[in-house]
């Protein structure tokens, strides 16, 4: 328990809920002190001075007086590193078997008595002190990790330790899961540990950074999921004759093991390295790709989501689906209230008709009930049953709403069979998917875990200081395996509020923007970005400010239209629950994003394929293409969607004109087709009734024309120079492979000439709408 959970337990001290809650968290707090001694007495120690090296498979030990160092680079380009002997496995964000290494790589000895590995993209130097330098082909420094030190306790168990690396002066710094400060990760200590649903407009963390510089881009991931913190501060060039300062990047873990992959390359390259490295993005299904309304409008039982589902179609917005909240009742582990929901097959069959699913919110507490069909199914599980228990053995319990609760664990692998089991039933009942609240045991219900409760750890065993980071990816895991043995023609629909590296393979991330106004409206796109660049494409925000001013939350709607996870509940206006709850103007402005998103629907499905096949994120920041241009690393009020088309929502309030930063090439205003050229700032029409979007030049998109068949979008390239873009068609939900066709674009006699390559050649050329004439 720390001083989070006790003020949480002292506001709820006047009920029975906050006395139980108040003594549970004593008797956590009991039990760590039991299982969990003091630290006391520590030696420090570093690696010490150079001893020796032995070659092998990818690269080689280099080993030091008191400790070794093992480098092997992978067939694919990625770089691990580890001291005193770790491994890259076992590791819950590598998907199966360590990558195979590459037959080319090999230790050999480097000047000044250190030793280094040369590969196609980086060369790793090691120091004969126990410094790590990364150097691309050219011999520029990427990264300069100095030399480890640890902390063990004299009297034994997990040894702390702290990593400070060195990066370029320009550099900056992206990535830990999306943080809702901003894209770009400024100077500050950044909390490596999953937060609850009221610490943090977010509910995930991942110790994974990208730093982009002149001399290139590079992704690092600390694979430790122990508690920790990253302190990063930028760095300052030298003017005239001066010393440039480095940017420095520190990491310090409370146990578990040190080391580290180090993937190099362009933005995209890098990304294609990381899903190579733990596992390509689960691929949405395709109706995941329109509007899904959840949270506010969705708690009041059948008639209430009829209501809801009539609304959109009386108004003419297409909808996808509906998400059953905690208020509807549906979040009580694998089941709907039956009260409220007693026909819900019939209405998911009726809705289903309509185009439009069901998905239920889903918990990892378990009410601890004797009689209660899953709690007693937990306890037949293996030997000591499904829940997590304490070092004595007993079953750890929690309390909260309604009552005492137990939580199942999810790194055990007879366990996470179970669990997927229990699909069965609310997919019976026919819903499409399900969304897990804070996927880890703090889920509002009270008190922390005790560290010391112990989990499987997929048989090694450990307890919750190693697990907790892991839960929720864990859970993930679980659900969508589980969803797919029992429906294995569909694609499975999973988000989770939490997770850890490798949470892509099971699904999306919907994040919560938690605060209100304008810092929450920035928050939603900086999280959607951060989570793109830590290689979790298919995110959204989940929700917005109740009562906010009708400007900001159409504007909240229309930067949410833009999304890959376009969720309705970020909207929160003042009139009411729904979108067309403040009045018909507002109306014609909300409708104009819901037809916009609609029209985007098979770019979207293009994207999500990209994303399954090569990492890249749907929105990507606007140094994705030039990250040698230093101004667009620091813009986080714009950012890409795709190759073609650059979004510039407005986050600032009274604004119907806003400068945008563009990079190289023509651009054009998708609304009133003016051409402005980059790179360069421009100032452009930002009315309430739409945000500035620009296509690039050249740019081929896949639409959804007024009829409703698809179109290819052609915006002219300019003169003497050629564009393209890719288009992949809508195969449903099923697992058919999917069929990329190309297209080229360029200028021949005062036309504009487009060309395929590749797909079916069968598949008839859609339509073309050629604009920017």
């Excluded at 009942?429 to 996927?439: D, I, N």
């Excluded at 959607?528 to 494409?537: A, E, N, R, T």
């Excluded at 969720?567 to 037809?595: C, N, T």
Aim: charged fraction near 25%; proline fraction near 8%; charge should be neutral.
């Amino acid at each position: 328990m720390d001083g989070r959970d006790l003020v949480r337990s002292v506001k709820m001290v006047g009920s029975v809920q906050g006395l139980r809650t108040v003594r549970t968290a004593w008797r956590h707090r009991r039990a760590d002190a039991r299982a969990l001694p003091p630290r006391g007495a520590e030696r420090a120690r570093v690696p010490g001075l150079l001893a020796g090296a032995e070659p092998g498979p990818g690269g080689g030990v280099v080993r030091f007086t008191r400790s070794e160092l093992r480098i092997r680079v992978a067939a694919g380009g990625a770089v691990f590193w580890a001291w005193d002997g770790a491994d890259a496995l076992p590791s819950y964000a590598l998907p199966g078997a360590e990558p195979e290494p590459d037959p080319r790589a090999a230790l050999e000895p480097d000047k000044d008595g250190g030793w280094q590995v040369v590969s196609e993209r980086l060369t790793v130097a090691v120091s004969r002190h126990g410094a790590v330098e990364l150097r691309t082909p050219g011999g520029l420094v990427l990264r300069r990790e100095l030399p480890p030190r640890w902390w063990e306790p004299v009297a034994g168990g997990a040894a702390r330790w702290v990593q400070r690396s060195e990066v370029p002066a320009d550099a900056r710094f992206f990535g830990l899961g999306g943080q809702a400060s901003g894209a770009r990760l400024r100077e500050g200590t950044y909390r490596l540990w999953n937060p609850g649903p009221g610490d943090a407009p977010r509910n995930l963390t991942m110790p994974v950074h990208l730093v982009v510089s002149d001399a290139g881009t590079h992704l690092s991931f600390h694979d430790n999921a122990w508690a920790g913190q990253m302190t990063l501060r930028e760095g300052e060039e030298g003017a005239g004759s001066g010393h440039d300062r480095p940017g420095t990047c520190e990491v310090r873990m409370d146990g578990g093991p040190l080391r580290c992959w180090v993937v190099a390359g362009t933005p995209a390259r890098v990304l294609r390295g990381w899903t190579a490295l733990t596992g390509s993005p689960a691929l949405p299904p395709s109706w995941a790709l329109g509007a899904q309304h959840g949270g506010p409008g969705s708690g009041g039982g059948e008639d209430d989501v009829r209501r809801v589902v009539a609304g959109y179609r009386e108004r003419g917005m297409p909808l996808s689906a509906v998400h059953l909240d905690t208020r509807d009742g549906a979040r009580q582990v694998f089941g709907v209230d039956r009260e409220r929901f007693p026909g819900l097959p019939r209405l998911a069959e009726e809705l289903r008709e309509d185009g439009v699913r069901l998905v239920s919110a889903v918990g990892p507490a378990v009410s601890a009930e004797a009689g209660d069909a899953v709690f007693d199914g937990g306890g037949r599980i293996g030997a000591a049953g499904a829940y997590v228990r304490d070092a004595g053995g007993r079953v750890v319990r929690g309390a909260g709403r309604p009552g005492e609760w137990v939580c199942p664990d999810f790194t055990d692998p007879l366990v996470r069979e179970w669990w997927g089991a229990l699909h069965e039933e609310p997919l019976e009942q026919g819903l499409s998917g399900v969304w897990h609240g804070p996927g880890s045991p703090e889920d509002g219900r009270g008190p922390a875990l005790p560290l010391s409760a112990r989990y499987a750890l997929e048989g090694r065993g450990g307890d919750h200081r190693e697990a907790h980071n892991v839960y929720g990816l864990a859970m993930a895991r679980a659900g969508y395996e589980g969803v797919r043995r029992l429906r294995p023609a569909e694609r499975p629909f999973l988000v989770s509020r939490s997770g850890w590296a490798g949470i892509q393979r099971y699904g999306g991330v919907l994040s919560g923007a938690g605060a209100d106004g304008r810092p929450g409206l920035r928050a939603s796109l900086a999280l959607v970005l951060g989570l793109g660049l830590s290689g979790v494409p298919y995110a959204g925000v989940e929700r917005g400010g109740a009562g906010e001013s009708v400007e900001l939350s159409v504007r909240r709607l229309q930067l949410g239209a833009f999304m890959p996870l376009f969720d309705i509940s970020a909207y929160g206006g003042p009139g009411g629950r729904e979108p067309w709850d403040s009045g018909p103007r507002v109306l014609e402005y909300v409708k104009a994003a819901f037809d916009g998103r609609e029209r985007l629907r098979p770019y979207f499905v293009t994207l999500a394929q990209v994303a399954r096949l090569t990492g890249a994120p749907y929105v990507r920041p606007l140094w994705w293409g030039a990250q040698g241009d230093r101004s667009l690393r620091d813009c986080e009020d714009a950012f890409l969607l795709g190759d073609a088309l650059l979004v510039a929502p407005v986050l600032e309030c009274g604004t119907e004109r806003r400068s945008v930063r563009l990079p190289r090439g023509r651009w054009y205003d998708t609304a009133t087709g003016e051409a402005y050229e980059g790179p360069g700032t421009v100032l452009v029409d930002a009315p309430l009734s739409r945000i500035p979007v620009l296509a690039r030049a050249g740019a081929v998109i896949p639409v959804r024309g007024a009829e409703g068949g698809l179109e290819l979008e052609v915006w002219a390239p300019r003169v003497g120079r050629t564009g393209g873009g890719l288009l992949v068609r809508d195969a449903g939900d099923g697992w058919e492979k999917a069929a990329v066709e190309r297209f080229t674009s360029r200028m021949a006699g005062g036309r504009v000439v487009v060309e395929r390559d590749g797909g079916e050649e069968h598949a008839a050329l859609p339509p073309l709408r050629v604009r920017g004439l």
